[in-house]
């Protein structure tokens, strides 16, 4: 019996089919390597390289490997971009789950765990977001991924299937040295980029209204939060109950000074941010607490900062010149 890993040779993708294996659980993943890559997908692993909007595809891959569940990662996953590529965004984030949800239907599996995202939040009222917190997404991308969980709830208001879905952040390290994040989006990746080539990275806004002046995010271990897709897979196999939605947060979060700050000490670097001025729509906090997940989930934060910032750096140093971002 196997799981199947949508996205599984992208960089949260990747982590999950680890840690799937290392719980010894059989794995099979579909991605269209628009930005995953194939040497990401260890070798006994099979690799189906297909886009999900191709349901013939899909539905060969369920059968042919036997599966059981799905853990859906693959997406459009740019909040940024998606406003000026709503259409793409759509259709590759819901046009793409609903021909995944048809090809599962068809095929018997009945258990999904979606990697959804704290972007169906849009910017909270509150400073502490929790499953309760009203969803706003504000972009394309926000908006995609809450669709996909009304597409799963739906699905199961309409006959049996089993889902739950994962919200968070930001995700950083890395698991093993030759994984890493190509995002050209995502802070880890575009100060180690600038840190790499020798440029100096800066910071937006340093008179925001927290300790050290500078925006506080969620930042979550991409390992930790790959064993909570899996523990989550084991839940729905062993037909424990879920929750519909399960935030994965630090509960505290941490600034972008302290950050750079870790950067600085653990790359050996002295370096000092470059101070810019603030983006527009950056709130000064957000962090999501993790309680739920915590007592379901076995959730928590089992890397430091230090932790986080070392791993990314040195999956970053082994990629050298090769590196696709």
Same mark, same amino acid.
């Given at each position: 019996?196997?799981?199947?890993?949508?996205?599984?040779?992208?960089?949260?993708?990747?982590?999950?089919?680890?840690?799937?294996?290392?719980?010894?659980?059989?794995?099979?993943?579909?991605?269209?390597?628009?930005?995953?890559?194939?040497?990401?997908?260890?070798?006994?692993?099979? $690799?189906? *390289?297909?886009?999900?909007?191709? +349901?013939?595809?899909?539905?060969?891959? %369920?059968?042919?490997?036997? @599966? !059981? &569940?799905?853990?859906?990662?693959?997406?459009?996953?740019?909040?940024?971009?998606?406003?000026?590529?709503?259409?793409?965004?759509?259709?590759?984030?819901?046009?793409?789950?609903?021909?995944?949800?048809?090809?599962?239907?068809?095929?018997?599996?009945?258990?999904?765990?979606?990697?959804?995202?704290?972007?169906?939040?849009?910017?909270?009222?509150?400073?502490?977001?929790?499953?309760?917190?009203?969803?706003?997404?504000?972009?394309?991308?926000?908006?995609?991924?809450?669709?996909?969980?009304? $597409?799963? *709830?739906?699905?199961?208001?309409? +006959?049996?299937?089993?889902?739950?879905? %994962?919200?968070?952040?930001? @995700? !950083? &390290?890395?698991?093993?040295?030759?994984?890493?994040?190509?995002?050209?989006?995502?802070?880890?990746?575009?100060?180690?980029?600038?840190?790499?080539?020798?440029?100096?990275?800066?910071?937006?806004?340093?008179?925001?209204?927290?300790?050290?002046?500078?925006?506080?995010?969620?930042?979550?271990?991409?390992?930790?939060?790959?064993?909570?897709?899996?523990?989550?897979?084991?839940?729905?196999?062993?037909?424990?109950?879920?929750?519909?939605?399960?935030?994965?947060?630090?509960?505290?979060?941490?600034?972008? *000074?302290?950050?750079?700050?870790?950067?600085?000490?653990?790359?050996?670097?002295?370096?000092?941010?470059?101070?810019?001025?603030?983006?527009?729509?950056?709130?000064?906090?957000?962090?999501?607490?993790?309680?739920?997940?915590?007592?379901?989930?076995?959730?928590?934060?089992?890397?430091?900062?230090?932790?986080?910032?070392?791993?990314?750096?040195?999956?970053?140093?082994?990629?050298?010149?090769?590196?696709?971002?």
């Amino acid at each position: 019996m196997t799981w199947l890993v949508t996205g599984g040779a992208g960089y949260i993708g990747a982590h999950v089919v680890r840690a799937l294996r290392a719980d010894g659980i059989a794995v099979v993943v579909i991605d269209d390597l628009s930005t995953g890559l194939p040497q990401f997908v260890p070798d006994d692993v099979p $690799l189906v *390289r297909a886009n999900l909007l191709d +349901g013939d595809a899909v539905r060969a891959t %369920l059968a042919e490997h036997d @599966v !059981v &569940g799905v853990i859906h990662i693959a997406g459009y996953k740019y909040a940024g971009e998606s406003v000026t590529r709503p259409l793409h965004t759509y259709t590759q984030n819901v046009s793409a789950m609903v021909t995944l949800l048809a090809a599962m239907a068809d095929a018997g599996v009945d258990k999904c765990v979606f990697s959804s995202s704290a972007a169906t939040y849009g910017t909270p009222d509150t400073e502490l977001v929790d499953e309760s917190t009203p969803t706003r997404p504000e972009s394309p991308y926000g908006e995609s991924k809450l669709i996909g969980e009304w $597409l799963l *709830r739906d699905v199961a208001a309409a +006959g049996a299937f089993q889902h739950t879905s %994962l919200r968070y952040f930001n @995700v !950083v &390290g890395s698991g093993s040295d030759e994984l890493f994040d190509v995002s050209p989006f995502n802070l880890f990746p575009l100060v180690f980029d600038m840190l790499f080539h020798g440029r100096t990275p800066r910071i937006n806004g340093t008179d925001y209204p927290t300790p050290d002046g500078t925006c506080v995010r969620d930042y979550i271990h991409v390992a930790d939060l790959a064993m909570a897709h899996v523990a989550a897979a084991r839940r729905l196999q062993s037909g424990q109950p879920v929750e519909p939605v399960y935030n994965l947060g630090s509960g505290s979060g941490t600034s972008v *000074r302290e950050i750079m700050t870790a950067m600085r000490e653990v790359t050996g670097i002295d370096f000092e941010p470059e101070i810019a001025p603030r983006r527009p729509g950056d709130p000064a906090r957000i962090v999501a607490a993790g309680e739920l997940a915590a007592r379901d989930l076995d959730w928590r934060m089992r890397h430091s900062l230090t932790d986080m910032v070392a791993s990314a750096w040195h999956a970053r140093q082994r990629a050298g010149d090769a590196y696709p971002g």
